[in-house]
């Protein structure tokens, strides 16, 4: 049905056994891990579509093994959580779940969750592109993915080699928490040491040049203690 399995992660094996009955009745094959590092490693060693991941686990939570993939691999991600609260859904949204389930739910909503992830995925690859044109719109902002220009208000945006790789990973993944780290290593290509400084000169330069008012910013925005986003409108 597809290429590769979906995974799924949570320390409790009861639910992840459940999960993969419903999932295989359906046509899927499926990976069960049980903890963050364990879905790390099935991540990185096997062909993989789909991740339905619990939050809260031994060895590595849900929520960091959500970041580490991310740096890796661009594939649909559901989160499992006990918990409703929406600042959890929220965090969890932003540093690159696609969707969340709340704890308990109905195995057959999750099987259609998935289905619908797999669609949009497969039909749109990047789900924030629009197909043919290659551009991805996002209220002020337009960011062209072939020819690398973005526009905010129609007018293009005079941009340096690095700050075009900057906007490119954000305009990709909007809504996305990249870590300072991840930035670095991704528009750098190389180790991030003391990164922090850097990235943080490259996205006031930026600012100056996207927002209307660079000291309230409407997109480009630090979230304080994990990294920053390009706010999804």
């Not at 993989?48 to 993939?69: E, F, Q, R, T, Y």
């Not at 526009?151 to 996305?176: H, Q, S």
């Not at 600012?207 to 203690?225: A, D, T």
Request: glycine content about 6%; proline content about 4%.
């Amino acid at each position: 049905m597809n290429e590769g399995s979906i995974l799924v992660v949570d320390d409790d094996r009861e639910i992840v056994r459940s999960i993969a009955i419903h999932l295989e009745k359906e046509g899927y094959s499926v990976l069960c891990a049980y903890n963050g590092l364990e879905a790390l490693d099935m991540v990185m060693s096997q062909p993989v579509c789909l991740i339905i991941i619990d939050v809260m686990m031994p060895k590595m939570d849900g929520l960091s093994a959500i970041m580490k993939i991310r740096e890796k691999r661009n594939l649909p991600i559901i989160v499992l959580s006990a918990k409703s609260e929406d600042t959890d859904k929220i965090l969890g949204l932003s540093i690159g779940a696609d969707d969340y389930v709340t704890k308990p739910f109905n195995p057959m909503e999750l099987v259609a969750r998935v289905r619908s992830q797999l669609r949009r995925y497969t039909s749109l690859g990047d789900i924030h592109a629009q197909q043919g044109n290659h551009v991805i719109v996002n209220g002020r902002l337009s960011y062209n993915t072939e020819e690398h220009i973005l526009t905010a208000d129609g007018e293009p945006v005079k941009l340096t080699a690095t700050e075009t790789k900057i906007i490119d990973l954000f305009m990709r993944n909007l809504g996305r928490i990249f870590p300072a780290e991840e930035i670095y290593r991704r528009v750098w290509n190389e180790p991030a040491f003391s990164a922090e400084n850097t990235v943080m000169v490259h996205i006031r330069r930026i600012r100056e040049k996207i927002e209307l008012n660079p000291k309230e910013p409407e997109y480009l925005k630090v979230v304080w203690g994990i990294g920053y986003k390009i706010e999804k409108k």
